[in-house]
C-alpha cells in the first residue's frame, strides 16, 4: 500500500477570518507506525482508525502525516525529526513499538512536541514532561492473566517470549505478578520475532512440566510458540499477551490455538460485554464505524487504542485552541497541559491523566477472552 506524503511545507492559504479575527492555521498530526516489517501486523492495524479520524476539529483542518518505521527504531527516530522539524506537526501519534516510542520520546522531550504513543512506554523522570501514551502497562494485563491462573490452581508456568524489550517488559510483569499470586515460574525461553522454529524451546518448556505456559509475544510471530508446545505434546492452559488480539493471529494458529487465553481491552468483544461495562457503548460504535469500512471481523484492540488515542487528543487539541494558534510552541505546550486533565471514556479503556502518571488506564476496563471456534470469546 503507498503512503501519501502531503507537502514538505504547508502551502500558504488564503486568510479566513473569524468573529474574533484571528488567523485559521491547519493542525498537523505527525503518525509514526509500523507498516512494514516484522510488526506490520500491529501497525496496520493501529493505522486502521486514522482513516476514521475526523478532517477537521470546529473550524481547524487537520493533517494526518504517515510514516512507516519499516519496524526500526532508527527510522522511527528519523520520522520524528522530520515531522518535528520540516513537517512542524503540532502532535506526533504513535508508534506501536515500545522501542520505537522511547526513542521518539527523546525527540518529543527535545523538540518540545507531545508525543502520544500506542505503545506502552515507560519513560524517565525527567523525559516525562512531553511523553504520553495510550496502551496499559505490561503488568496490568499480564496481572490479568495470573489472576486466572490463580484460580484455575496454577502453581507453576513456564515463559516463552521474544528477546527484545517487549519480551523483558512481559517477563518482567509475569515474575512480579505471579511472585505476588504464589506462582513459581520453572522455564524461560527466548525467540526472536523472525525466527523461523521454537522447537528447541519449546523441548525445554515441556520438560520443566509447568501446569501452564505464558507466550510473551505479540502478533502473528506469537502463534508459533503455540502451535509448536501443543505438537509436542503440551496440554495445559497456554496465555498470551494483549498485543495478539488481532484477527491475524487468529487466521496464522488456527485450530491449534483454540483455548488460548489472554487480558485484552474491551472492544474486541464489545458486544459480549454486559450492559454495565463502562466502556461497552464507545467500544459498539467505534466497531460498528470500523467493521463498516474494513469489513467483518476487522476490530483489534490496536485499532481500539489508536482510535482511544484520537478521543484522548481531540480534547486536548480542543482545549488548546482557546488559547494558542496551531503550529506554534505555545500551542504545543497548551496541548501538553491538557493531556495531563485527560479524563475519557472510550473504546479501549478509560484513561485519567495526571502529572504524575501520562497514561491513567484504568486496571477494570480489562477483560479476559480466549479463542473458541476461530473467534474471542469473553470469558469474564
Same mark, same amino acid.
Given at each position: 500500500m503507498k503512503l501519501k506524503h502531503p507537502c514538505k511545507k504547508i502551502l500558504a492559504t488564503a486568510? /479566513?477570518?473569524?468573529?474574533?479575527?484571528?488567523?485559521?492555521? +491547519?493542525?498537523?498530526i505527525g503518525v509514526v507506525f509500523s507498516l512494514t516489517g516484522p510488526a506490520a501486523s500491529l501497525g496496520l492495524e493501529t493505522r486502521k482508525s486514522i482513516e476514521l479520524m475526523p478532517k477537521t476539529l470546529g473550524k481547524e483542518k487537520i493533517n494526518y502525516i504517515v510514516l512507516d518505521d519499516a519496524t526500526d527504531p532508527t527510522n522511527a527516530v528519523k520520522n520524528a525529526r522530520k515531522l518535528s522539524g520540516e513537517d512542524n506537526? +503540532?502532535?506526533? @501519534?504513535g508508534p506501536n513499538l515500545i522501542t520505537s516510542g522511547l526513542a521518539m520520546a527523546d525527540v518529543a522531550n527535545e523538540k518540545k512536541v507531545p508525543l502520544l504513543s500506542q505503545a506502552p512506554i515507560v519513560t524517565t523522570p525527567e523525559k516525562l514532561k512531553w511523553a504520553f501514551r495510550v496502551e496499559p502497562l505490561a503488568d496490568v494485563m499480564v496481572g490479568r492473566v495470573v489472576a486466572d491462573m490463580k484460580e484455575k490452581g496454577v502453581k507453576t508456568v513456564a515463559f516463552i517470549g521474544f528477546s527484545d524489550s517487549w519480551g523483558e517488559l512481559l517477563l518482567k510483569g509475569l515474575t512480579k505478578t505471579t511472585e505476588a499470586a504464589g506462582i513459581r515460574i520453572v522455564a524461560t525461553e527466548r525467540f526472536g520475532r523472525t525466527d523461523n522454529s521454537v522447537t528447541a524451546q519449546a $523441548? #525445554? =518448556?515441556v520438560a520443566s512440566k509447568p501446569d501452564a505456559v505464558f507466550v510473551g509475544g505479540s502478533g502473528t510471530p506469537a502463534a508459533m510458540p503455540h502451535t509448536t508446545l501443543r505438537e509436542r505434546g @503440551? &496440554?495445559?492452559? =497456554?496465555?498470551?499477551?494483549?498485543?495478539?488480539?488481532? #484477527?491475524? @493471529? $487468529?487466521r496464522v494458529g488456527g485450530k491449534a490455538?483454540?483455548? %488460548?487465553?489472554?487480558?485484552? %481491552?474491551?472492544?474486541?468483544?464489545? !458486544?459480549? $460485554?454486559? +450492559?454495565?461495562h463502562p466502556n461497552k457503548q464507545a467500544g459498539l460504535a467505534f466497531d460498528k464505524a470500523l467493521e463498516a469500512k474494513y469489513g467483518a471481523e476487522a476490530r483489534s484492540s490496536f485499532a481500539g487504542a489508536s482510535w482511544d488515542?484520537? /478521543?484522548?487528543?481531540?480534547?486536548?487539541?480542543?482545549?488548546?485552541l482557546k488559547t494558542a494558534k496551531p503550529g506554534t510552541p505555545e500551542f504545543r505546550e497548551a496541548v501538553r497541559n491538557a493531556l495531563e486533565k485527560t479524563k475519557v471514556v472510550g473504546a479501549n479503556g478509560s484513561y485519567t491523566m495526571s502529572a504524575e502518571d501520562h497514561g491513567g488506564y484504568d486496571p477494570k476496563s480489562a477483560v479476559l477472552i !480466549?479463542? &473458541?471456534?476461530? #473467534?474471542?470469546k469473553l470469558v469474564k
Open positions: 486568510v /479566513l477570518t473569524l468573529a474574533a479575527g484571528q488567523a485559521l492555521a +491547519d493542525i498537523n506537526v +503540532d502532535v506526533l @501519534f $523441548l #525445554k =518448556i @503440551f &496440554a495445559g492452559p =497456554i496465555y498470551h499477551s494483549h498485543a495478539v488480539a488481532n #484477527k491475524e @493471529f $487468529l490455538i483454540e483455548g %488460548a487465553r489472554l487480558a485484552v %481491552a474491551p472492544v474486541v468483544v464489545a !458486544e459480549q $460485554l454486559p +450492559d454495565g488515542g484520537w /478521543l484522548i487528543l481531540e480534547g486536548a487539541l480542543t482545549t488548546a !480466549e479463542v &473458541a471456534a476461530g #473467534k474471542w
